[in-house]
């Protein structure tokens, strides 16, 4: 029997067989269609069983499956760093490949770790990240994550030491923004007054907190709080395992500021959500901290599908749709159409690229909207009281009406 992630068997109903992708929609054994709305957990990009994807991942597949990457290389990863370059800034140009978001974080975080080991400061222990984050379910990515979540408090004393900030959530309607922004800030130096020279680095999901609530902050409150940490010489992390690939609207959520981080963290979208891989990628100055002729010194870190060729091509393939005119199009339609479009009942309606959020009064009126969509061919799946669509960037605009229709009925 299989046992199913983030679901209490014993209540959970069976899950539903899917045979086939087409688009925005999954289709069931029994002949029903499901429009995707959440990107099957943010991961779809170009929509399923895209068939440009599917055809690069055959010709690879036939050609070279899998090889260790150490004594080895091969074009499809070479491939998609020269592409990746060219949308990066340059100052982050060292790529460690791995195969799924919470590895990507949890090896940026021993990086940043290490890299200060390496340059003989060895008391920066601690991280900082922001409350109510998500970077996944490794041991490392729990401990940056928030700790009061049910998926992860069962193991918090085996947790390593983060100080957690709070998060300035904005939405439509929020009042003091910049004060509370300031508020935060300010607390932020009392405590780096006292522990700065000990923290490694900040890891935060710049602009928007995905899977703990779908929580947006201002891009001036990340600017302020990265400047703030830096002061302190500490290394900023930006997990854009749900942000990058044009979530926010632009590649990468770090390309709506002024600031960048020392590693950038990418997965899902990254092979346009067919096949697991992941980056974590970083500046010559941490690289360099790891050259030595003394073997410890280096990142002694590895898995055994780093890299796998299969997931590069369909990751080249995935960049090159990107870089069609159609594709930004189709995006920034979807933008549009969520911020001209009213859920009138909505509370705390935030927006940000071609994802909207919003909170209903309690987790069973966040269900019973879940239910009624489902009923009606629609899947979305709620985080607590938050409600959230987050398509694929094929979704057709007679899908997007349908989908508020629906929602503004029953909420
Ligand atoms: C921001 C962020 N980081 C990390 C992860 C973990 O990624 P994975 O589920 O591939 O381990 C997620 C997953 O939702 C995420 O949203």
């Not at 289709?27 to 994807?53: C, P, Q, T």
């Not at 390496?118 to 379910?137: P, T, V």
Request: hydrophobic fraction near 40%; proline fraction near 4%.
């Amino acid at each position: 029997m299989i046992w199913r992630p983030f679901t209490q068997e014993k209540i959970a109903p069976p899950p539903v067989k899917i045979i086939r992708g087409d688009g925005a929609y999954l289709i069931s054994k029994n002949g029903d269609r499901y429009l995707d709305m959440i990107s099957s957990w943010f991961v779809n990009a170009h929509g399923h069983s895209h068939l440009e994807i599917a055809e690069a991942i055959y010709e690879q597949a036939k050609t070279l499956e899998h090889v260790i990457f150490t004594k080895f290389s091969h074009d499809p990863a070479e491939k998609l760093v020269n592409g990746l370059k060219l949308l990066l800034p340059p100052t982050l140009n060292k790529y460690f490949f791995s195969d799924n978001g919470s590895t990507s974080v949890e090896i940026a975080a021993k990086m940043a770790y290490q890299y200060f080991k390496n340059i003989g400061e060895k008391n920066r222990n601690i991280f900082l990240s922001l409350d109510g984050g998500y970077h996944g379910d490794t041991f490392g990515a729990m401990s940056l994550s928030g700790v009061d979540s049910i998926y992860h408090s069962t193991f918090s004393q085996l947790f390593f030491k983060t100080v957690t900030i709070d998060v300035p959530e904005y939405y439509d309607g929020v009042e003091d923004i910049e004060q509370k922004e300031t508020e935060i800030i300010e607390r932020l130096d009392r405590t780096l007054t006292d522990l700065g020279d000990k923290i490694c680095a900040l890891v935060v999901e710049p602009l928007l907190q995905g899977a703990f609530g779908m929580r947006l902050y201002r891009t001036q409150f990340l600017e302020r709080l990265v400047n703030k940490v830096r002061e302190y010489g500490t290394l900023i992390i930006f997990d854009e395992v749900m942000t990058g690939f044009y979530r926010t609207g632009k590649m990468f959520a770090m390309n709506h500021t002024n600031v960048l981080p020392d590693f950038i963290c990418l997965s899902k979208a990254l092979s346009g959500g067919f096949l697991p891989l992941a980056l974590t990628i970083t500046s010559e100055k941490v690289y360099d901290a790891f050259l030595s002729d003394d073997k410890s010194k280096a990142f002694l870190h590895g898995h055994s599908y780093t890299a796998n060729p299969i997931a590069c091509a369909a990751a080249c393939k995935s960049l090159e749709i990107f870089g069609k005119k159609e594709t930004v199009a189709k995006i920034e339609e979807i933008v549009k159409f969520h911020k001209s479009h009213d859920i009138p009942k909505a509370l705390k309606r935030r927006s940000i690229g071609i994802i909207t959020a919003f909170d209903v009064s309690s987790e069973e009126e966040a269900n019973f909207i879940t239910d009624r969509a489902w009923e009606n061919g629609i899947f979305i799946r709620p985080l607590g009281k938050t409600l959230y669509l987050f398509p694929p960037y094929c979704v057709r605009n007679d899908d997007l009406v349908r989908t508020y229709d629906v929602i503004n009925k029953y909420l």
